[in-house]
């Protein structure tokens, strides 16, 4: 199994950027899609940003598309999400998580990850991002 820790949250103000991180161990970690997820306060755990095995296909939810920049470090065994022009609604502790079943095609590994954020049973202690308004 993948063990996931997610470091680099923090407090900004609405308008700045964050960059987290997620370090992985796990000899499947080069071979498996990544996902990143949030969960605010009093709301449901939700998907944020995927990304393939390779990098070579990246997908996000539509309330962070054109904001957030999901990547991989395969020689480090990292996934960063890049979070710019922050909103005081992107305020929550986020997730990275994976799961090997999640291959195929596009359609099958987007709608896969997406459902991590109800089906998955592992979570890292996640890191804490506050935007400020």
């Known amino acids: 199994q993948v063990q996931l820790m997610e470091s680099g949250g923090g407090s900004v103000q609405a308008g700045g950027s964050l960059r987290i991180s997620c370090a992985a161990s796990?000899?499947?970690?080069?071979?498996?899609?990544m996902g990143w997820f949030r969960r605010a306060p009093g709301k449901d755990r939700e998907f944020v940003a995927a990304?393939?095995?390779?990098?070579?296909?990246?997908f996000y939810s539509d309330s962070v598309k054109g904001r957030f920049t999901i990547s991989r470090d395969l020689a480090k065994n990292m996934v960063f999400l890049q979070m710019n022009s922050l909103k005081p609604e992107d305020a929550a502790a986020y997730y990275c998580?994976?799961?090997?079943?999640?291959?195929?095609?596009?359609?099958?590994?987007?709608?896969?990850?997406?459902?991590?954020?109800?089906?998955?049973?592992?979570w890292g202690q996640g890191t804490q991002v506050t935007v400020s308004s």
């Open positions: 796990g000899d499947t970690f080069s071979r498996n899609n």
């Open positions: 998580n994976t799961n090997p079943s999640c291959s195929g095609t596009y359609y099958v590994v987007i709608t896969c990850l997406r459902s991590l954020a109800q089906s998955a049973d592992y």
């Open positions: 990304i393939y095995f390779n990098g070579a296909r990246t």
